[in-house]
């Protein structure tokens, strides 16, 4: 079969005055193919396309069942109707012939398929908008001190310019969405005039008789204070949010890169990642600079100060010495039991506060339904009544750290359901003095193997106390006193 690239080089060889035969060796056929090709279209050109089918078509039989199927339910894959025909016994199609039905699915959607979404690109003005969503990065592998570090990103992007910001958080929260949109605006010295989320449950809820999904009224509050509009996708349609979902995707992208140029995901601290991903962010903003001045220019002032980022509540510390906030539980001091304490929810962290003052401050939750013991705030409760530790619903939180767990397996081994009260009598030992100094007895003991008795820590800890030596002296004579006061005259 002759090539384009035969024809073209018979051509190349003809235009410098070669003969026919000369032009045609070099060209690798013969002198009568050389003479059909030294003019008109190339041997692609001339070739029609084939319109019969080489071999019997294996689907021909059940193909209008195939398109009833289709026309039933329009998303059925060619995977799922090619499984659903080998299963009957009547049939038999090899594994070969699914490229084959992929194909016809394929032709008859183009053909006689229902009608598909359309995209339409959208123009943006300066100044206009604003997106924000939240982006998992679990993804990325990074890691802090050796331990994985799973987050989220709060994402901010102006769509006209494409500059973007946004920061570190861990739940969809509207405490993150408050910190995030303050962080960003506050960074950007303006603000826009609208403010588009996805259907997020932190500005966005449910309305009554199925009327789809409205704005919180805190949410609202939050964008008045800035004049802010705001504006929400379609349920389901991601894509009309798509400048930010784009942006998700290419800032990920940049960060994976420049961990491999880094050549290590591992990071000293959080704030050393932060910083990393701030030189990402700088180096992408860089070249948008002209629009975002044009954005700056159509922006309007921020408000003379911020919102506070957190959410209040007031609650009751209960009988287990514990507060439920936000689905989640959190012990409290045992003094407190019966009182209400005031809750401040931030993105990251919870406040407790008792007549003003502040009297708790822990890590807030992420997810529900989960619980986080400080076991100083019960071992007092706790060594009076010992029996309780066996079927405490939280026990896995009285083990500060792996030492007190294995010192409490040991102490099981010795002493069978004594062990309870020995571990308890531990542990208050260490909540009275200091946790790192009872840990490092117990590991000493471990490792020894002479772990019988909360008694040997307590010795370590609190050594008895030696009686100071009793001093025999004799009392001193006054007649030196006397003799002073007579050479003074017998006065004072």
Request: charged share 30%.
């Amino acid at each position: 079969m002759v090539t384009d690239r035969q024809v073209r080089r018979l051509r190349m060889e003809l235009g410098k005055g070669e003969p026919l035969a000369t032009a045609a060796l070099r060209s690798g056929m013969s002198e009568n193919t050389a003479r059909r090709y030294r003019a008109g279209a190339l041997p692609n050109q001339r070739r029609q396309p084939r319109r019969y089918r080489t071999r019997q078509d294996p689907f021909a039989a059940v193909w209008p069942e195939i398109v009833a199927m289709l026309e039933q339910a329009p998303g059925l894959e060619a995977v799922t109707i090619f499984e659903s025909l080998r299963m009957r016994p009547e049939l038999s199609f090899s594994d070969g012939q699914l490229r084959t039905l992929q194909r016809k699915i394929r032709r008859w959607r183009a053909a006689s398929g229902p009608e598909r979404e359309v995209m339409f690109p959208q123009q943006h003005r300066p100044g206009e908008y604003a997106q924000s969503d939240f982006t998992a990065m679990g993804a990325l592998g990074i890691t802090l001190e050796g331990e994985r570090f799973d987050h989220l990103f709060f994402h901010f992007v102006l769509p006209y310019s494409n500059w973007e910001t946004g920061m570190i958080c861990f739940s969809e929260s509207f405490e993150a969405l408050i910190s995030g949109f303050q962080a960003a605006v506050w960074e950007l010295g303006k603000v826009p005039a609208r403010h588009r989320t996805d259907h997020l449950s932190a500005a966005t809820h449910e309305l009554r008789d199925d009327r789809g999904r409205g704005f919180n009224e805190r949410y609202l509050a939050m964008l008045a204070h800035y004049g802010v509009e705001p504006d929400a996708n379609t349920p389901g349609r991601g894509h009309e949010n798509g400048d930010v979902e784009q942006s998700h995707h290419r800032f990920k992208r940049a960060i994976e890169q420049a961990l491999l140029l880094r050549g290590s995901r591992e990071f000293a601290g959080r704030s050393g990642y932060e910083a990393f991903l701030r030189e990402i962010l700088a180096a992408r903003n860089r070249g948008r600079a002209a629009k975002l001045l044009e954005e700056l220019e159509r922006m309007h002032s921020l408000p003379l100060s911020r919102l506070d980022d957190f959410r209040q509540e007031r609650v009751k510390v209960s009988a287990f010495s514990t507060i439920r906030v936000a689905e989640n539980l959190y012990s409290m001091p045992s003094r407190l039991i019966g009182e209400r304490v005031d809750v401040r929810l931030y993105a990251e962290r919870i406040e407790v506060r008792y007549a003003g003052e502040l009297v708790a401050e822990m890590e807030r939750l992420r997810g529900r339904r989960r619980a986080t013991i400080n076991y100083r705030h019960l071992v007092w409760s706790l060594i009076r009544k010992p029996g309780a530790f066996a079927r405490y619903r939280y026990q896995e939180a009285l083990f500060p750290s792996p030492v007190f767990r294995a010192a409490y397996d040991v102490l099981v081994t010795r002493h069978g359901r004594r062990a309870d009260l020995e571990y308890v009598r531990v542990l208050h030992l260490a909540a009275s003095t200091s946790e790192a100094a009872v840990e490092a007895v117990l590991a000493e003991l471990l490792g020894r193997g002479e772990l019988r008795e909360h008694g040997q820590v307590q010795a370590a800890i609190r050594p008895v106390r030696l009686e100071p030596p009793v001093c025999h002296l004799d009392p001193p004579s006054l007649a030196a006193y006397d003799e002073c006061i007579a050479a003074a005259g017998g006065g004072l």
